[in-house]
Antibody, heavy 114, light 110 residues
Framework: QVQLQESGPRLVKPSETLTLTCTVS????????WSWIRQSPGKGLECIGY???????QYNPSLKSRVTMSVDTSKNQFTLMLRSVTAADTAVYYC????????WGQGTMVTVSS | QSVLSQPPSASGTPGQRVTISCSGS????????VYWYQQFPGTAPKLLIY???QRPSGVPDRFSGSKSGTSASLAISGLRSEDEADYYC???????????FGGGTKLTVL
């Protein structure tokens, strides 16, 4: 069955760039949308945006100026970059399949701190 | 503040039927499909209901979804202790051009 796994640094300094990669296993990345969602400690869920396997993207307007997503079909991976991070970006970051989020990664906790 | 409104908590006893509401607007629930997710502490959310009232394979038929106007509901019948979790609703928002979530409802099985 399809599985997703997030990877990347767990600690990022303020003003730097958070970069996470999601690896898709058990299936192809082609023909699907792939999403990033985050959940701040003790709070609800926020959709960061999504990318189609062909590379087209749509980002949450509240984060659009700081977000870039990319996809590498040869590696079955997609990536999130969030620039100029602050403590408010501390959260569990999830990758998920499709805009319905039908399959989720286990999530990775990213802390923004000096 | 979340775009979709959910009660912060709900509770019921084993065997009971519980409903969780989700209120939105014409730009989200009013014109788009509603999704529900179940999340246990320390784990990723799991898709519970899609397209307003469809269950993914493996989700018990004790879980059902409905939508009317700008509101939606998740119903859980025959409540079981293992249903104790957080439940989130979500829908696409035409004005914000992004999926928006409710703030989540913590379900306690008494």
């Amino acid at each position: 069955q399809v599985q997703l796994q997030e990877s990347g640094p767990r600690l990022v300094k303020p003003s730097e760039t958070l970069t996470l990669t999601c690896t898709v296993s058990g299936g192809s990345i082609s023909n699907y949308y792939w999403s990033w969602i985050r959940q701040s400690p003790g709070k609800g869920l926020e959709c960061i945006g999504y990318i189609y396997y062909s590379g087209s993207t749509q980002y949450n307007p509240s984060l659009k100026s700081r977000v870039t997503m990319s996809v590498d079909t040869s590696k079955n991976q997609f990536t999130l970059m969030l620039r100029s991070v602050t403590a408010a970006d501390t959260a569990v970051y999830y990758c998920a399949r499709e805009r319905a989020f039908d399959i989720w990664g286990q999530g990775t906790m990213v802390t923004v701190s000096s | 503040q979340s775009v979709l409104s959910q009660p912060p908590s709900a509770s019921g006893t084993p065997g009971q039927r519980v409903t969780i509401s989700c209120s939105g607007s014409s730009s989200n629930i009013g014109t788009n499909y509603v999704y529900w997710y179940q999340q246990f502490p320390g784990t990723a959310p799991k898709l519970l209901i899609y397209l307003n009232n469809q269950r993914p394979s493996g989700v018990p038929d004790r879980f059902s979804g409905s939508k009317s106007g700008t509101s939606a509901s998740l119903a859980i019948s025959g409540l079981r202790s293992e249903d104790e979790a957080d439940y989130y609703c979500a829908a696409w928002d035409d004005s914000l051009s992004v999926v928006v979530f409710g703030g989540g409802t913590k379900l306690t099985v008494l």
